[in-house]
């Protein structure tokens, strides 16, 4: 039972080039997410998926393109990467909408667009 | 909308001694879930504890205490005889009717000294 899962766990990129990431689940949840931390400014929500084939956006969508296309994976897409985006993104997962809702998440994925 | 504001960005606590982290809150939902986040040096997110806004007691997990004050809107965690171990930052979040989404604070960094 590996929990929340992310790949890469580091990458660098170049302004402009575009980059995946991928998030798998292994407890059937329902609900996924795609954060994004940055110093100062806590955890703020990229997009979220209520279910497979579903997806929304976030509190900070814009430059993030997302996919569900199966139920344990979320992928994260950024077609072209600016140094903004800079970050450590984290994926989480969730059972569902009752407000008892832990959130699992992975352990993270440090990206640096230079 | 909801808002999560932690108003220390940094702590200081001796071995063994309590320390108080704040949270206040801003929502409009009736129904509503108040978490405390731990993330350690190592970047990974841990769960330490949940608040229902029905519950009338205030919830405890171990060394860890949930003071919540739901006319004051705040949520402070309360972390009894504190270890090398939770130097961390720690981060309050809550959750409302919309699609199990967290909304979280910017975080305080707690420093355990010997």
């Known amino acids: 039972n590996a929990g929340v899962t992310q790949t890469p766990k580091f990458r660098v990129l170049k302004t402009g080039q575009s980059m995946t990431l991928l998030c798998a689940q292994d407890?059937?949840?329902?609900?996924m997410y795609w954060y994004r931390q940055d110093p100062g400014m806590g955890l703020r929500l990229i997009h979220y998926?209520?279910?497979?084939?579903?997806?929304a956006k976030g509190e900070v969508p814009d430059g993030y393109n997302v996919s569900r296309l199966k139920k344990q994976n979320f992928l994260l897409g950024l077609e072209s990467a600016a140094p903004s985006q800079t970050s450590v993104y984290f994926c989480?997962?969730?059972?569902?909408?009752?407000?008892?809702?832990?959130?699992?998440f992975g352990p993270g994925t440090r990206l640096t667009v230079l | 909308a909801q808002k999560i504001t932690q108003t220390q960005p940094g702590m200081f606590v001796q071995e063994k001694e309590a320390v108080t982290l704040d949270c206040t809150y801003d929502?409009?939902?009736?129904?509503?879930?108040l978490f405390w986040y731990k993330q350690p040096s190592s970047g990974e997110m841990i769960f330490l504890i949940y608040?229902?806004?029905?519950?009338?007691q205030n919830a405890t997990e171990g060394r860890y205490s949930l003071n919540f004050q739901k006319a004051r809107k705040s949520a402070n965690l309360v972390i009894s005889a504190s270890q090398l171990g939770d130097s961390a930052m720690y981060f309050c979040?809550?959750?409302?009717?919309?699609?199990?989404?967290?909304?979280f604070g910017q975080g305080t960094i707690l420093t355990v000294h010997p």
């Open positions: 998926s209520v279910g497979e084939g579903t997806t």
């Open positions: 407890m059937n949840h329902e609900y």
């Open positions: 989480a997962s969730s059972y569902g909408v009752d407000i008892y809702n832990e959130q699992f």
């Open positions: 979040a809550m959750s409302g009717t919309s699609y199990g989404k967290l909304t």
């Open positions: 608040q229902g806004s029905y519950d009338e």
């Open positions: 929502t409009s939902d009736q129904s509503y879930g």
